[in-house]
């Protein structure tokens, strides 16, 4: 008898196999016709696995082809199709088999093929994630400390993520789903308590996943198996306060619901009554979420009663209550004041002859609907998490998946590739750590380095996927290892914002890329801002003045910020002059630009500026703070450029007016010809916490609101962004609404005109 890595299974912590590890076994060459293969397909793949397995034992010491069987008989006992049960026996041979897919396509078809595949390589996908979950516990165990619980919950949601991702067949789920439950079983029949990693993973992952899918005879075995080996003592506790045995306990709620839906009939009310004893796990969560002792805990039992309309609701209610004595304290009625969440359902505690108390639920068949796959699922407030267990959020991207799922797995037919659409949207890598990646699908080794960490992105040059060298343009599929090769120095290319290029296909990626070069464009412009400025200096003789006080005097918070608008020729040298020397006498030009001139004409030249007391005169819109009506303005008569129109807070403005009175001059904004509507430029600025699909989401806002975007600066510090976009409005007034749905964005801090 030979002991083998667990892999085939991925039932246990083992590693993936190759043909390095598993002698390659001949196989005889038939093909089995389509109708043979379709009566059974079952012996034919145990007939084909059993020479390749047998005498096999997996890591956790159950045999490979009794695994196989009972994994086979589990399908079977939930409905799967004999495609399914069949391809168990298949997922066990890939590890024996030198070209599996070519194989097995051969013998049985490649719809049998592409399963038994991705079976084995999400099985291998797993088996490292779970590694990687456990050396983190090991280490933290060594150190004396506590695996923070945030990092759990992440891990355990990726893997979640991840299963469903990479299992677009939902078969694949089924299998490993099955394959879980009967690894619980065996060592539970074999009183061997397994690695916690897996029964962790168990009650985590796999019981959460069978409760979506609605396969409660799998959700509740596994929580119950997996807390039987997390938490040996308080599972012994918990039995010992049943007062009846499992199957004493389903004996005596099968005689109740008969019971009922007999009273039901014998009332003409049309009913579908079912019952389930609550397990421990249920009992335990209960226990610890309503801080209740065993005795409070009236619903060890539990009835679900089903009818056609609310009226027939309540009366069922009704009769309930003649048959049983209630417990009114513990009566809720969902239906007159439904949950948040919109659940709706009457929910009463009952005590039957012998004092046994049991909970009764009573819904419509539309609440039920929506209860089990609607916006108030079971299990959006079941998995609220319990004591000593990461939480499940029911608000995640892909819960709208899963309630097709749910639907698909109802119908029970061929799935094969029937929810490929669902999941094209994102896929799921793995670092040489074994730590789950989330990428968008299309994604290259650049948008990977730059999800692992910005600096790792901007030095990326350079790219193993599953051990091999491949181009950075290499589209990722979901499974692989992804190892970045990287320079100790050095920043992205430019090439890489060319979308004819490839190199990058989140815009995450090339937001980040975006804000290197505009960071790199900041630092030119403050150096050429620092030369020109300290030129000035050296030409007024002020050269001991310090640089942050002239900053400061100037309106800006220091000398670096000075710089960079200087650089950028957003602020003339010219004012710097002005601070630096007393004002010179104004050439005639602007003298008779200042007379005013009581009952003067008013016109509204082109621009939309009405100049009060002087008639065609020049205007400009001040770049520092761009003005747009209906904002308060004020005009500044420059040399020989007209007079430039500024907000009245503006800083600069604030400055001229301290430093020249006598050039201001009053202007107001005038009216638009018929049929034309002038548009001026504002700046937006926008702080919020960097995250995937930020910048498409402020798009879509400035989109919605017919918002022309024609400018946009971008800077990531720390995890930060830090966004200006340049937009056209005709009244600022509208602004302010703009701003507010901004504020709503996922992520966004503040939002505000710069």
């Not at 009663?305 to 209550?321: R, W």
């Not at 004041?337 to 639920?361: C, F, W």
């Not at 340049?726 to 005109?753: C, M, P, Y």
Request: charged residues 25%.
């Amino acid at each position: 008898m030979k002991t083998t890595p667990q892999t085939p299974s991925a039932t246990s912590g083992g590693t993936s196999t190759s043909s390095d590890v598993f002698p390659i076994m001949a196989v005889a060459d038939e093909q089995f016709s389509a109708g043979d293969l379709e009566v059974n397909a079952v012996q034919k793949a145990r007939q084909f696995a059993e020479p390749l397995l047998s005498g096999e034992v997996l890591m956790s010491g159950e045999g490979v082809l009794e695994h196989a069987d009972a994994v086979a008989e589990i399908l079977a006992s939930i409905g799967g199709s004999t495609a399914m049960q069949a391809a168990t026996y298949l997922v066990y041979a890939c590890g024996h088999l030198q070209r599996p897919r070519d194989v097995i396509a051969k013998r049985f078809g490649d719809n049998y093929a592409s399963l038994a595949v991705e079976v084995t390589q999400l099985i291998h996908l797993q088996a490292q994630a779970r590694e990687k979950s456990q050396a983190a516990s090991d280490a933290a165990l060594a150190a004396g400390q506590e695996l923070p619980a945030a990092i759990v919950a992440n891990q355990t949601e990726n893997v979640r993520k991840m299963l469903l991702a990479f299992s677009r067949d939902l078969r694949v789920v089924m299998l490993r789903l099955a394959s879980r439950l009967q690894t619980l079983r065996y060592f539970a029949a074999s009183k061997v308590s397994p690695n916690l990693s897996i029964a962790n993973e168990a009650l985590q992952v796999f019981a959460p996943l069978a409760n979506r899918l609605g396969i409660w005879q799998i959700k509740w075995e596994i929580e119950d198996l997996a807390f039987r080996f997390l938490e040996p003592e308080t599972y012994r506790q918990t039995a010992k306060l049943l007062d009846e045995k499992r199957v004493e306990r389903e004996a005596q709620m099968a005689q109740t619901v008969s019971e009922l839906r007999q009273a039901l009939s014998a009332a003409g009310i049309r009913a579908q009554v079912t019952g389930r004893p609550k397990h421990i796990f249920s009992i335990v969560k209960k226990m610890r979420g309503k801080n209740l002792g065993f005795d409070r805990v009236f619903d060890v039992r539990a009835l679900r009663i089903i009818v056609a309309d609310i009226d027939a609701c309540y009366a069922a209610l009704a009769l309930v209550h003649q048959r049983y004595t209630p417990m009114l304290d513990e009566f809720a009625d969902y239906i007159a004041k439904p949950k948040p969440n919109g659940y709706q359902s009457l929910h009463t505690i009952v005590t039957d002859g012998a004092g046994r108390s049991m909970e009764i639920q009573i819904r419509s068949e539309a609440m039920h609907a929506d209860a089990e796959t609607g916006v108030a699922a079971h299990w959006a407030y079941k998995e609220a998490g319990s004591k000593g267990y990461a939480g499940v959020s029911a608000r995640s991207t892909y819960d709208s998946k899963i309630a097709v799922l749910r639907q698909l797995l109802a119908w029970e037919r061929d799935l094969s590739g029937a929810t490929k659409e669902l999941f094209d949207d994102r896929i799921y890598v793995l670092t040489p750590n074994a730590a789950v990646i989330e990428l968008p699908r299309g994604a290259t080794p650049v948008d990977f380095a730059y999800a692992v960490h910005t600096n790792v992105g901007h030095r990326c040059r350079g790219a193993h996927v599953d051990g091999v060298m491949v181009p950075l343009t290499t589209p990722l599929q979901n499974g692989q290892t992804v190892e970045v090769v990287t320079v100790k120095e050095g920043g992205p290319s430019r090439d890489w914002l060319n979308p004819q290029s490839g190199y990058l296909a989140s815009s995450r990626s090339r937001n980040k890329v975006r804000a290197w070069f505009n960071a790199l464009a900041a630092e030119e412009n403050i150096a050429r801002g620092r030369e020109q400025v300290e030129k000035l200096l050296q030409r007024e003789g002020k050269t001991a003045l310090k640089l942050d006080d002239l900053a400061q005097q100037l309106g800006f918070d220091n000398a670096q910020a000075l710089f960079e608008v200087v650089g950028k020729d957003e602020f003339s040298l010219r004012t710097i002059e002005a601070q630096l020397r007393p004002a010179e006498p104004e050439p005639q030009f602007d003298e008779r630009l200042l007379a005013r001139t009581p009952g003067a004409s008013a016109k509204a030249p082109k621009g939309g500026v009405l100049v009060v007391g002087v008639d065609s005169l020049l205007t400009q819109m001040a770049r520092c703070c761009r003005p747009a009506p209906p904002d308060d303005i004020g005009g500044f008569v420059t040399k020989g450029r007209g007079v430039s129109i500024h907000r009245k807070d503006c800083s600069d403005f604030l400055h001229l007016r301290r430093t020249n009175p006598d050039r201001l001059i009053e202007v107001a904004w005038g009216g638009q010809k018929p049929g034309e509507q002038a548009l001026y430029p504002v700046d937006v600025r926008i702080e919020a916490q960097d995250r995937q699909g930020l910048l498409r989401d402020i798009s879509d806002i400035f989109a919605r609101e017919k918002m022309n975007v024609i400018g946009v600066n971008t800077h990531s510090p720390k995890g930060l962004a830090l966004m200006t976009f340049t937009i056209q409005i005709s009244d600022a007034k509208r602004l302010n609404k703009v701003l507010g749905f901004l504020t709503e964005i996922r992520g966004v801090k503040t939002a505000r005109r710069h």
